[in-house]
């Protein structure tokens, strides 16, 4: 039914396709709109006839972003308005409401997410919405996405401070391990993390020591990289590519 669901949607969200320059996904939209990487995803929950909208922003700068695995999982359009969505159930093998399903997912990204989406015509609104959203749950979550945000931005502490705390978070989080795992065990999740981690402190150690200008081509390449994927997506997909 989900496969249908989704179908349904789709015609309906089509339009949207070529007038603000979404792109198709499996189970959703996504677009690139003033250096911003913005998505969505219909969502199903296992085993239960209930559907969620799920979203993500990417600064497009960020070479390791879900973006390249059209992954858009971040944060659920509930977050949005603060309330909770429990009215996108549907009932199997019943048509009417399988249709009502659809039509009310598109209008709740069309009259809550497209709006939300639209309104971060900067870097800065995009950065300030992910932390917004993450402190209403108590906390400004250090996260890839929050320190790309930062060094576009040229805040270049705030971005270290992001970095260096998931470098701790990693670090407290293999000392907790350390009681419920055996030695052995211990040693093959490190090694398991052993690239992340490390690209974690060459990326502290970039910042640290490399000018502002070293920074920026840095990001440059990166954002010219991001494009070159959402351009060879377009030509294999159905949509056309837009900026923003």
């Not at 309906?12 to 690139?32: H, T």
């Not at 052995?184 to 981690?197: A, C, F, H, N, Y």
Request: include cysteine.
């Amino acid at each position: 039914m989900f496969k249908l669901i989704r179908k349904i949607f789709f015609d309906r969200f089509s339009q949207y396709e070529k007038e603000y320059g979404y792109i198709k996904l499996r189970n959703g939209y996504c677009r690139v709109y003033n250096n911003i990487v913005q998505g969505f995803e219909l969502f199903k929950e296992p085993r239960s006839p209930l559907i969620t909208i799920r979203w993500a922003v990417y600064p497009l700068c960020q070479p390791n972003a879900n973006f390249y695995r059209d992954f858009y999982q971040s944060y659920d359009i509930n977050d949005i308005v603060n309330e909770k969505n429990l009215d996108i159930f549907y009932e199997k093998q019943n048509k009417d409401s399988i249709v009502k399903c659809a039509e009310t997912l598109y209008q709740k990204i069309d009259t809550i997410l497209l709006p939300f989406f639209n309104g971060m015509h900067r870097t800065e609104e995009a950065y300030s919405a992910c932390k917004q959203l993450d402190l209403k749950s108590g906390d400004d979550f250090p996260t890839d996405e929050k320190i790309f945000f930062c060094l576009k931005l040229k805040s270049y502490d705030l971005a270290l401070g992001y970095v260096n705390k998931l470098i701790e978070n990693n670090e407290m989080a293999y000392k907790m391990n350390a009681q419920y795992f055996t030695e052995k065990e211990m040693k093959e999740m490190r090694e398991t993390r052993k690239d992340r981690d490390c690209a974690l402190q060459e990326l502290a150690n970039f910042i640290q020591n490399h000018d502002e200008k070293s920074m920026q081509n840095m990001l440059e390449t990166n954002e010219k990289n991001a494009m070159r994927f959402f351009e060879q997506k377009c030509q294999k997909g159905k949509g056309r590519y837009a900026r923003g």
